[in-house]
Structures are given as C-alpha cells and as structure tokens.
C-alpha cells in the first residue's frame, strides 16, 4: 500500500520536553508539509521541504524544528520552546510542485501532561 | 496568514439537500483545491480546479471559480449523512515565494439523516 503514515496516534509531553512526531511516506514524493490544526480551526502551515537536505518556516515555525535527511521521511520536533503544543498535527506531500494535490497522513494528537 | 475563508462556518441541512460552501481568497492563484476532513482524520483532496477554469465537476460535487472576484464555491447536491464532515479550500499563492498551500478555516457540513 502506498501513502503516509504518522505515528504515534496520541502523544502526551511533559513540560520542558522534546517530542519527535514521526512522518513517513513511500510514495516517492518530492515535497512535505507540516501542519498545525487547533479544535474547530483550519490547517496552519509549520515547515515545509521541497527536496531532500532542505526545508522552509511557514508561518508557525518558533518553538518547531524539522530534519529532512531522507526523501521518504521528514519528522517534526516539538521543543520545549513551543509553550502552546497541544494540537492535531497533520503532515502531508505533494509529487511535486505546492500547486499539485496534497496527500495527507491520518495525524498525531499531541497532549500535555 | 490564512488566504482562503469559507462561508459559512457551520451548515446543517436535511438528507437529500443541497449543500453550498463559499471560499474567498486576497492574492492571485494557480489553483483552488478543496478538501474534506472527517472529524479527527486526515484531510482527503476533493477536487482541484485551476485558475482558467470556471467550473468543475466529480460526480455529485460541482466546484466554480470566479477569479475577479476571487471567490470559489463548492456544491455537493442530493445530499447524505456520510457527508458530513468539515470542508476546506485551498490556495496557491503566485509571485509571494511561498511554495506552499494555503488553508482556509472550513466550513462544518452537518447532514441530518
């Protein structure tokens, strides 16, 4: 089966800790989005990478970092700067150019304790 | 900055009836993309229509796009209590640099069985 997965489902963050939520797709597509989606809201827009080795703050990026370091994978760390984290996170990919369909993984709720 | 805004927020409506969403958007664009979200899943793609198209359809939803007036409205017609869920539209910015969609904050379709 081709697509995306994100894992885990549910998360739960202690204060002052690191998460790392985990996106990964065998689609072999070109570029990634990481989005924010708080209850009752739309998609907000984390980072984004167009090719492997690179990647763009969107407009939520403070207290958020990413690592593109595989084209299949593009995990997104939740540091203990982002004071606000609970959310749906939702990671998506595009063949190729950010005009194109986006494919969207299933998302990670991520809660703190 | 959210580029799309959908109207209305909220909609309930009978099986069997039509539904109408409104998107509005500020900047010139390639594409409009509308999406559809079930309550805690991914968003699936709907439909993409692209900025010299006027109109579209995929079997019960019809789609416009009216660029001098930067508005977009989708029609989902006959109705049923699967469709509900929130519907979102998308946006690409042309000429900003940001290589990225654009979500708007969806409209909540609520169909009564």
């Known amino acids: 089966d081709g697509g995306i997965t994100q894992s885990p489902k549910y998360l739960f963050r202690k204060e002052g800790q690191n998460v790392t939520l985990s996106c990964e797709q065998n689609l072999n597509h070109d570029a990634m989005y990481w989005y924010r989606q708080d209850p009752g809201q739309g998609l907000r827009l984390i980072y984004y990478s167009q090719i492997v080795n690179d990647f763009q703050k969107g407009d939520i990026a403070e207290g958020y970092s990413v690592s593109r370091e595989k084209k299949e994978s593009f995990p997104l760390t939740v540091t203990s700067a982002q004071k606000n984290p609970t959310a749906f996170y939702l990671c998506a990919s595009t063949i190729g150019g950010h005009e194109e369909t986006q494919y969207f993984g299933p998302g990670t709720r991520l809660l703190v304790l | 900055s959210q580029q799309g805004e959908e109207d209305p927020q909220a909609l309930s409506i009978q099986e069997g009836e039509n539904a109408t969403m409104n998107c509005s958007y500020k900047?010139?664009?390639?594409?409009l993309q509308w999406y559809r979200q079930n309550s805690g899943r991914g968003l699936v793609h709907l439909i993409l229509i692209r900025s010299n198209e006027r109109e579209k359809h995929s079997g019960r939803l019809r789609v416009t796009l009216d660029t001098s007036k930067k508005s977009s409205s989708l029609l989902i017609t006959a109705s049923r209590a699967a469709d509900t869920a929130s519907y979102f539209c998308?946006?690409?910015?042309?000429?900003?640099?940001?290589?990225?969609?654009?979500f708007g904050s969806g409209t909540r379709l609520q169909v009564q069985p």
């Open positions: 998308a946006t690409d910015a042309i000429d900003t640099g940001r290589r990225a969609l654009t």
């Open positions: 900047t010139s664009i390639n594409n």
